[in-house]
């Protein structure tokens, strides 16, 4: 397999977590059975997933002067990553989320941004650009300012770079975003809220990647959960199913999911052959806890590719 360079940017957060037997509805205060502390952010994470699989992960973001920051750095250069352009904030501490994972595995997250509110269009020196134009595909998400996803989309779009985005968290994308962007892919929730519809089910699903193509994004990846993701590309849809496990924690799994899907499609997998590779590597990562401790490694994940088929 040869080794694609991926560029990831985004989000880095500590995340500190608890287990509870279920997530406390508001006013309510429950025990946790377990505490623990995670390296994530969505950004973070990506990066993570996209090394494991074999991808090559030039990774741009920021961190507080503190020891959230330190400890994040040393273990993305443990992971491999290119961390050169990891960038410190000495006013903003580093970001944190806050994750409550109940009996069934499904998580609630709240985030405090720090520094990663800070990561702006100015950072982006040439040095930054440069690099960015060895790669053939850019992947971002939502954890930093809209302005510097519109800033980076917008150049990457015109360097012949594959943008794809994860919209999550969720939040209003301008318009002009869209037309940098190749791939899209929200979960459920956050199509629903991108198009204003409910998805419940497989055909509100179908409506709402109609919808989003229809704004401009030649390929749509809706994922599903346990049903696996629903693929619209140029029109054409399809859906391809989730491996079955058991879910201890879903935390990060959709972060697994777009890491392993861009690696995938860096290595010439079309799009369908992609997207089942990556909901593999997702539902592997919710077998176990964590957010980067769940990331599966590639060989995991093409062991469990190869005997489903």
Not at 28 to 37: D, G, P, Q, R, V
Not at 83 to 103: K, Y
Not at 154 to 168: D, F, G, L
Request: glycine share 8%.
């Amino acid at each position: 397999m040869r080794v694609p360079k991926i560029a990831v940017v985004g989000s880095t957060n500590m995340d500190m977590v608890v287990n509870a037997e279920r997530i406390p509805v508001p006013g309510e205060t429950i025990l946790a059975s377990n505490f623990f502390m995670n390296p994530g952010g969505k950004g973070a994470n990506q990066a993570v997933a996209v090394a494991r699989m074999g991808g090559d992960a030039l990774f741009v973001s920021k961190v507080g002067n503190d020891v959230f920051g330190r400890q994040s750095s040393q273990l993305f250069n443990e992971e491999g990553i290119d961390t050169r352009f990891m960038l410190s904030d000495e006013v903003l501490p580093s970001g944190v989320a806050l994750i409550t994972v109940d009996q069934k595995g499904e998580n609630s997250i709240v985030v405090s941004q720090g520094a990663n509110n800070s990561l702006l269009p100015a950072d982006f020196t040439s040095e930054v650009l440069n690099e960015l134009e060895q790669c053939n595909m850019l992947l971002m998400q939502f954890e930093i300012p809209m302005e510097t996803i519109l800033f980076i989309a917008k150049y990457a779009a015109s360097r012949n770079i594959k943008v794809v985005v994860n919209p999550a968290p969720v939040q209003d994308i301008p318009a002009e975003l869209l037309q940098y962007v190749h791939i899209i892919t929200p979960n459920e929730t956050e199509a629903g809220l991108l198009t204003g519809t409910k998805v419940r089910s497989l055909a509100s699903a179908q409506q709402a990647a109609k919808m989003i193509m229809e704004k401009g994004v030649p390929i749509v990846i809706i994922t599903l959960g346990a049903q696996g993701a629903l693929v619209c590309e140029n029109g054409r849809m399809s859906v391809v199913p989730a491996a079955p496990v058991t879910a201890i924690d879903t935390t990060a799994a959709g972060d697994v999911f777009n890491g392993a899907l861009v690696v995938a499609l860096s290595n010439g997998m079309p799009i369908p052959e992609a997207t089942k590779f990556a909901c593999r590597a997702a539902a592997l990562s919710v077998t176990k806890e964590g957010a980067q401790s769940s990331i599966p490694y590639y060989n995991e994940v093409i062991a469990g590719f190869i005997k489903q088929g």
